[in-house]
């Protein structure tokens, strides 16, 4: 049993065209701490973590997480976990979640690793939806979800800012997809 069910974690690692998703090891933790405490990442999270608060952390072991990896360094992670309850809409589904390095914006690395992810979850929860929350003024996020294949659900105020809810049900087919067309 795992964070995300009876599924064996971790999977192999998923290649794509650029990139490898794969399970933590302890060589990313220099580039965790750059991702959680980076301000430009938590923009529209409720700001970074404290640095040494994330030095005694290690990035290993966390069923639901995935290290995107390019050209053998970490540039970001993709989380697809059963909601916790940190929104009432979000508990007990499946629920996306992805950080970049800011140096990894604007390549299309984020909408590649999450189709990636998305196309494992659907062979092993086939017809299961995932959940996705962003706040609305996330224009990038937004975008994502959109290329995605996100539909809204439904639009809230949290964390003192409105907050856009989306799901996305694996399409036929959607289990052996690992990137989204190009265009």
């Not at 690395?109 to 609305?136: D, H, I, K, N, S």
Request: proline share 9%; aromatic share 10%.
């Amino acid at each position: 049993m795992t964070a995300l069910g009876p599924v064996a974690w971790p999977p192999a690692p998923i290649g794509t065209e650029r990139l490898v998703l794969r399970e933590p090891e302890a060589r990313d933790r220099t580039a965790f701490i750059e991702l959680l405490a980076s301000p430009q990442v938590h923009t529209y999270l409720g700001g970074p973590r404290p640095r040494a608060e994330l030095e005694h952390e290690v990035p290993v072991g966390r069923p639901g997480l995935f290290v995107v990896e390019h050209d053998g360094a970490m540039i970001g992670q993709v989380t697809l976990t059963k909601a916790t309850g940190h929104l009432p809409q979000a508990a007990g589904r499946a629920e996306l979640g992805y950080l970049f390095l800011p140096q990894a914006w604007g390549y299309g690395y984020a909408a590649e690793a999450c189709a990636a992810v998305l196309g494992w979850f659907a062979g092993a929860f086939p017809g299961e939806p995932v959940v996705l929350a962003t706040r609305t003024a996330n224009a990038r996020s937004m975008r994502l979800a959109a290329k995605l294949g996100f539909t809204e659900v439904e639009r809230f105020h949290a964390y003192g800012a409105e907050q856009w809810f989306g799901m996305w049900s694996p399409a036929p087919g959607d289990e052996h997809r690992t990137h989204l067309p190009l265009g």
